[in-house]
């Protein structure tokens, strides 16, 4: 999630939020093999799309339950930060999403490629 946090960050995860599913959210994900901090960039039905904003690709599909909690603050450097950065935050979001659109229809092209469309 470079620039927003680095590993030494420290976070504090809002549970039972009625918006902790909004894409565009940083959320805690629960894995096989731990857990996850990244943005949520899309969805599809009952799955949910995540990606860190340093990344290209996408993290594999969560579903509602195991999205644990939306990141509230960070602790970086002695200083706390309130999420939303509105500016950056704000393009994060957009570049994310815009990402997440052209991947989703790179896979839509390639499925209808396979069955002779």
Same mark, same amino acid.
């Given at each position: ?6 590993? #030494?960050?420290?976070? +504090?995860?809002? @549970? ?5 599913? &909004? ?5 805690? /994900? ?32 969560? #579903?509602?339950?195991? +999205?644990?909690? @939306? ?5 970086? &450097? ?5 999420? /939303? ?33």
């Amino acid at each position: 999630m470079l620039p927003l946090l680095s590993d #030494k960050d420290w976070v +504090i995860v809002a @549970v039972n939020e009625k918006t902790i599913r &909004k894409i565009g959210n940083i959320v805690l /994900i629960r894995q096989q093999d731990g857990s996850l901090l990244h943005r949520l960039v899309g969805r599809s039905g009952n799955l949910f799309y995540s990606k860190g904003d340093n990344r290209w690709h996408l993290d594999p599909p969560s #579903k509602a339950e195991e +999205i644990i909690g @939306v990141l509230k603050e960070v602790e970086n &450097k002695n200083q706390i930060y309130h999420f /939303i950065f509105p500016i950056i935050d704000h393009l994060l979001i957009v570049l994310g999403r815009i990402h997440f659109i052209v991947l989703t229809l790179i896979r839509t092209r390639i499925e209808r490629l396979k069955n002779g469309q």
